[in-house]
């Protein structure tokens, strides 16, 4: 009796684990996606930003470009988000502008994906859905270019570059990286019943 009732559960276990996948797929299906969508948002916006950081750097120099993101980060992520009818946001551990400091929990993702990169590991965007709304998390790496602004004070940073960032930002937090880091996250919030795909 006792063996008959251990594998009768054991069958009921094992056709519930059978059916939990299927069901899964089945809401999935019904859903957008996204993570998709969340990477669409930061990838586009990361481009605008890096497009005109680029081009104000070729035409104008360093220098220059300091102030071309001290008055057009904003302006630009916003017009983004107005576009994509979300919350997009750059934020940092190590801010250069106080405005762009995380919250705990933006906080926490940030170790999370410092963690990942360091162990070499590939890197997943974190998405949560809360109170009807899709919060999307995905890291900005640094390269060659960022250190210009954001490596080493008179090292890969210029003094004249360094003179620029101290008048505009007292409280400069965004120097020291090198290439591979990460300089923050795209913290994104958007309507979980929206479809826009
Ligand atoms: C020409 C100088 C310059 C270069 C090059 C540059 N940045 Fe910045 N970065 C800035 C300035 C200035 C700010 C502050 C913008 C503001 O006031 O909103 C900033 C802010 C940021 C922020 C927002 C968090 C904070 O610290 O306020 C992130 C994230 C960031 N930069 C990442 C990067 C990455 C990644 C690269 C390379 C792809 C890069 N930056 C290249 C000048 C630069």
């Known amino acids: 009796m006792k063996y008959v009732t251990i594998s009768l559960l054991a069958i009921l276990f094992l056709t519930s684990c059978k059916q939990r996948p299927k069901e899964s797929e089945a809401t999935q299906s019904a859903k957008p996606d996204y993570t998709k969508i969340g990477m669409r948002y930061a990838q586009e916006t990361q481009k605008v930003l890096g497009k005109n950081l680029k081009a104000t750097i070729q035409d104008k120099g360093v220098a220059e470009a300091v102030v071309f993101c001290n008055e057009r980060?904003?302006?630009?992520?916003?017009?983004?988000?107005?576009?994509?009818?979300?919350?997009?946001?750059?934020?940092?551990?190590?801010?250069?502008?106080?405005?762009?400091?995380?919250?705990?929990?933006?906080?926490?993702?940030?170790?999370?994906?410092?963690?990942?990169?360091?162990?070499g590991d590939s890197i997943a965007p974190i998405v949560q859905e809360k109170d009807g709304q899709v919060h999307f998390y995905y890291p900005i790496v640094t390269n060659a270019l960022c250190l210009n602004?954001?490596?080493?004070?008179?090292?890969?940073?210029?003094?004249k570059v360094v003179e620029h960032l101290?008048?505009?930002?007292?409280?400069?937090?965004?120097?020291?990286?090198?290439?591979?880091?990460?300089?923050?996250?795209?913290?994104?919030?958007?309507?979980?019943?929206?479809?826009?795909?």
């Not at 602004?149 to 003094?159: A, F, R």
């Not at 591979?180 to 795909?197: C, K, L, M, Q, T």
């Open 73 to 119: 980060a904003y302006p630009l992520t916003d017009s983004m988000a107005t576009h994509y009818q979300a919350k997009i946001k750059r934020v940092s551990d190590k801010t250069r502008n106080p405005m762009n400091k995380a919250n705990a929990t933006e906080m926490e993702h940030i170790n999370t994906f410092k963690k990942q990169i360091a162990l």
């Open 149 to 159: 602004c954001h490596g080493t004070p008179n090292q890969n940073i210029t003094p």
């Open 166 to 197: 101290s008048g505009l930002y007292p409280e400069d937090q965004a120097t020291g990286y090198g290439i591979d880091e990460v300089r923050g996250i795209w913290s994104i919030v958007f309507d979980a019943s929206e479809n826009p795909e």
